[in-house]
């Protein structure tokens, strides 16, 4: 059970990083390293590191075949951020895409 906790933590912190580089990305026009040593980058690239460690874990006891396709659970949540923090839209087909990418995590998941 602890492996599986690790692996959500994982995407879920993967997910913040992913949102907080967004964040760090948004508005710049100048130098990629400006952009690298911005607060919300180093926050992300660190909440990066800390969803790779806990991933690490996870692999302990968890297939990757498990373990890998339940990252793509990230792909959804970080769309749902995208429509409800930043006002990004999501068409038909990205909502068509993103469905399927559930159903594939559930079936990759079904032992």
């Known amino acids: 059970m602890i492996y599986y906790l690790s692996l959500a933590t994982g995407i879920v912190l993967g997910v913040a990083g ?3 580089l967004k964040l760090g990305a948004k508005g710049r026009d100048d130098s990629i390293l ?3 040593l911005s607060p919300a980058s180093v926050i992300g690239l660190g909440l990066y590191f ?3 460690v806990t991933y ?15 990252v793509a659970l990230s792909y959804p949540l970080v769309a749902l951020i995208g429509v409800f ?4 839209q999501v068409g038909p087909m990205r909502m068509a ?3 399927l990418v559930v159903v594939g995590v559930m079936l990759s998941n079904r032992v």
């Open 18 to 20: 992913q949102f907080l």
């Open 34 to 36: 400006l952009q690298l």
């Open 50 to 52: 800390v969803a790779a």
């Open 56 to 70: 690490m874990y996870a692999l302990r006891k968890i297939p990757v075949s498990v373990a890998m396709p339940s």
């Open 85 to 88: 923090a930043l006002g990004e």
């Open 97 to 99: 895409g993103i469905v």
